[in-house]
């Protein structure tokens, strides 16, 4: 049987990614332009049809596909801030350089007459985890992406739930202590200000500034040394801490454990789902965070949903994942 | 055009109510058994299909209906606690005297070969909303149903979310307030140790006892009198004393409304929907409730969804939402 192939784009803030997509999960060829670069959606298209083209004249060669017609194509799928599935429009998007609403299944249909089809990033992501990853087979799953902020997607029935107003799953903003930490978007106690790479942080500089005083910094050399300013903490460096035995870096991740085991078992009461999968920078700490995490879990779970939920990793690679899933979209019945 | 039947059944702890519900949403008939009568689920069923039987013969005379045959009915919905919408079963209810697995589609099918649906409550009285309520043409809603508990039924894309296990929507579950007041099913700080009747009157009961001495208790005759002891307070008498102007009791539904409010706002981040709606004894009381819940669900809304979603009343009639819910779920694809 011949192979099918599609385009994802991941629009970021800095760079567009996409890639020519062969249906057994296999990303083909890959480009990249500076989104930076665009104020306007017209060249931003026309610009990124250039290196679909590109792409499509390279081929397959591994299947000995030599080139590829646009009108072969599955279709295209664009994941994208505030990327609404329901008019194929990006709104308003906070950290892009184009502002407005974005009418961008209207401009490709401008050079092409394929599917064309947008949704925001963590949903594609789920979605990628749905046609390709490791929720192949479940019509009911939740995938959280940890970043810079905390993203969501929720499939229901085999469908992503965008809502009334296409924007549903957005569980980084669901109010998990009320009154708590303040978050991006305003208000108090939301999950993205304690479990986002910047909640990460914010966590162990409230630990160390607690417990490091300049007379003993220098008998705990397994903390990140005292020198490091805050400002200039990462993530990254707390999870190789705490792989690397610093208590207060294990104390971070056993806090963030437990908050978003917590986040799990709530979201459970709303769509009990078969599984919840994990992504991004702050889970590749692996054992501190999933230990912690896995036991909140079960401690905050209502017991009809005992055993019919597990918590799982993402099975896409990092660097890929982003594009599988604008790639994914195109198969989701509208 | 003439119109179609079904039998809705609500079944209670104490009474399972049935009714021949007709398609524009009037129950024609309706009949009682004590549910507390029956450890097995044949005598039961039996006893059912002879008031249904009952219901047939009386007819539609409003219609010139004279009777009704078995087979010309549309279905037999049914709600019941832990009713599980893909199996038909009703599992290990914790509040009936009949035990077990009970297979009610399996022993109603020995009796006629129509569509048997099940549902849990708070679902079918969401079902019953879309069909029959305020929520026709409506494909994305929630339902939240206060009474002894906190029961909920979410609408996606015009389904019921039953999730991998048939139990999704338990939104009085959901963990509000971590490390909060011990809630019915053993753990801490769930909406429904909040805002059910029991919570209600627990905050009632804790404000009382803070202001409340020997001494000044006679100087305010609009409290709930002194001499009604804790164990006899009721949310109804707590509303009534709301809206004759006891301090304490407005003072309760302030708090309610705060924390349903958030409970309200928390679930726009799962499923974005169009409206909220609100049933059951406990929201009765209007003013008291309403504006404080109206207000924090604004304070708590992620400004993506502002403006999206509305708080509204179950529009229908208390005494018919469980038959008609239950009627309702007929209409619901699998």
Chains 1, 2 share one sequence.
Not at 38 to 46: C, D, E, L, W
Not at 129 to 156: C, D, K, P, Q
Not at 223 to 240: Q, R
Request: aromatic share 6%; proline share 5%.
């Amino acid at each position: 049987m011949q192979n099918t192939y599609a385009i994802g784009i991941d629009v970021g803030g800095t760079n567009t990614d996409m890639g020519l997509v062969r249906d057994d999960a296999k990303v083909v060829e890959r480009r990249s332009i500076p989104t930076t670069n665009y104020t306007a959606i017209g060249p931003y298209v026309r610009d990124i049809m250039t290196q679909i083209e590109s792409m499509l004249a390279a081929g397959d060669p591994e299947k000995g596909v030599g080139s590829i017609a646009l009108n072969e194509l599955t279709g295209i799928g664009m994941g994208a801030p505030n990327g609404n599935f329901y008019n194929g429009c990006v709104e308003w998007a906070p950290n892009l350089p184009m502002k407005g609403v974005l009418k961008f299944e209207e401009e490709f249909h401008k050079y092409v007459d394929i599917p064309v089809v947008l949704s925001n990033d963590a949903n594609a992501a789920a979605y990628g985890e749905y046609v390709y990853g490791g929720a192949r087979g479940m019509n009911h799953f939740i995938m959280i992406t940890l970043g810079t902020g905390v993203g969501s997607g929720v499939v229901v029935d085999g469908k992503l739930v965008h809502g009334f107003t296409g924007t549903a799953g957005e569980l980084g903003h669901n109010i998990l202590i009320p009154g708590g930490r303040k978050c991006s978007c305003g208000r108090r106690g939301c999950l993205e200000a304690y479990t986002s790479a910047r909640g990460i942080v914010q966590t162990y500089v409230e630990l160390r500034n607690e417990k490091c005083t300049p007379s003993n910094a220098a008998q705990h050399p397994e903390w990140i040394a005292a020198s490091v300013p805050d400002s200039e903490i990462t993530s990254k460096m707390i999870g190789d801490a705490a792989n690397a035995g610093d208590p207060l870096a294990k104390e971070t991740y056993r806090k963030v454990g437990e908050w978003l085991g917590l986040a799990c078992a709530n979201a459970c009461t709303f769509s009990a789902p078969q599984a919840i999968f994990l992504m991004g920078g702050p889970t590749k700490v692996g054992a501190p965070l999933l230990e912690p995490l896995r036991e909140s879990f079960a401690a905050n779970l209502l017991n009809i949903y005992q055993g019919s939920c597990d918590i799982h990793m993402s099975q896409l690679a990092a660097n890929e994942v982003a594009i599988l899933g604008a790639a994914a979209l195109i198969n989701m019945r509208k």
